[in-house]
T-cell receptor, first 112, second 110 residues
Framework: ETGVTQSPTHLIKTRGQQVTLRCSSQ?????VSWYQQALGQGPQFIFQ???????GRGNFPPRFSGLQFPNYSSELNVNALELDDSALYLC???????????FGPGTRLTVL | GDSVTQMEGPVTLSEEAFLTINCTYT??????LFWYVQYPGEGLQLLLK?????DKGSNKGFEATYRKETTSFHLEKGSVQVSDSAVYFC?????????FGTGTSLTVIP
């Protein structure tokens, strides 16, 4: 059974650019959630996708958007990058939206 | 709004000491509660969970009981080991929103 994978591992962008992060969910999981984790902080919930529909959203601006595909993999898109967007972005999948989540290793985004 | 408040660290204990990490929550409805652990250089892993009041989650010697009357989900272990050194996160799931605490760093010294 393959766990949650994320790509890329690291990414460096400049302010104002756009970025796309990718996540493959664990086999059999239909729910994907995205988090932003700043250094020394807990993960902050960005949004969740359940069966290709957005199922919940945290306190993040609209320039953070996402997609979930029919195979339940997912993308996180961030437009107009700001310096404060520098963080570890975590993806987690679960077998349903109320079940425990399994996390990927994360993508480290640095905005210069 | 919904939130999780977690005991601040860092916490340093000697091997075989008793561990408590406090976690309280604010939520409407009936959330599920979780403890996640992040070992050095690794990703977040589920440690234990409880889905309703009075449930006790347990794993690897760790326990936590879902207390609705005190809105708490404190993590405990009777005898910690050096290998338990990690960052511990309390979290709640309201069904379409997840909230994590800020994390508590635990270091266990021999």
């Amino acid at each position: 059974e393959t766990g949650v994978t994320q790509s890329p591992t690291h990414l460096i962008k400049t302010r104002g650019q756009q970025v796309t992060l990718r996540c493959s969910s664990q086999s059999g999981h239909n729910t994907v959630s995205w988090y932003q984790q700043a250094l020394g902080q807990g993960p902050q919930f960005i949004f969740q996708y359940y069966r290709e529909e957005e199922n919940g959203r945290g306190n993040f601006p609209p320039r953070f958007s996402g997609l979930q595909f029919p195979n339940y993999s997912s993308e996180l898109n961030v437009n107009a990058l700001e310096l404060d967007d520098s963080a570890l972005y975590l993806c987690a999948s679960s077998s349903d939206y109320y079940n425990e989540q399994f996390f990927g290793p994360g993508t480290r985004l640095t905005v210069l | 709004g919904d939130s999780v408040t977690q005991m601040e660290g860092p916490v340093t204990l000697s091997e075989e000491a008793f561990l408590t990490i406090n976690c309280t929550y604010t939520a409407t409805g009936y959330p599920s509660l979780f403890w996640y652990v992040q070992y050095p250089g690794e990703g977040l892993q589920l440690l234990l969970k409880a889905t309703k009041a009075d449930d006790k989650g347990s794993n690897k010697g760790f326990e936590a009981t879902y207390r609705k009357e005190t809105t708490s989900f404190h993590l405990e272990k009777g005898s910690v080991q050096v290998s338990d050194s990690a960052v511990y996160f309390c979290a709640l799931n309201t069904g379409n929103q997840f909230y994590f605490g800020t994390g508590t760093s635990l270091t266990v010294i021999p």
